[in-house]
Nanobody
Framework: QVQLVESGGGLAQPGGSLRLSCAAS????????MGWYRQAPGAERELVAA???????NYADSVKGRFTISRDNAKNTVYLQMNSLKPEDTAVYYC????????????????WGKGTLVTVSS
């Protein structure tokens, strides 16, 4: 059993900052990729930033230069530092990870957190 738990969402003013955290726990053998997606009202879920299986980072064009993804492998945790926030960043932010568990080491599955709401408004 694997759980992803996000924290750090909330209300920020335009131009402000927030930092999201996502911790993976459970019977984890290996994490192959981990990152953040978001879904605004009436929109599809989209990639925000992620570490790929190859260890590189991907960012949505809309957040490049403003958001930074980082991780602590020892804690199975990924962070998203969000600066210069805009009202259009308002969304539910979801953590995603591709994980192989101790009981199925050859099977890499997608896991999702429950999401954390980020609201950018004055």
């Amino acid at each position: 059993q694997v759980q992803l738990v996000e924290s750090g969402g909330g209300l920020a003013q335009p131009g402000g900052s927030l930092r999201l955290s996502c911790a993976a726990s459970g019977s984890i053998f290996s994490i192959y990729a981990m990152g953040w997606y978001r879904q605004a009202p009436g929109a599809e879920r989209e990639l925000v930033a992620a570490f790929t299986r190859g260890g590189t980072t991907n960012y949505a064009d809309s957040v490049k230069g403003r958001f930074t993804i980082s991780r602590d492998n020892a804690k199975n945790t990924v962070y998203l530092q969000m600066n210069s926030l805009k009202p259009e960043d308002t969304a539910v932010y979801y953590c995603n990870a591709q994980i192989a568990t101790n009981t199925a080491r050859l099977s890499v599955l997608d896991y999702w957190g429950k999401g954390t709401l980020v609201t950018v408004s004055s």
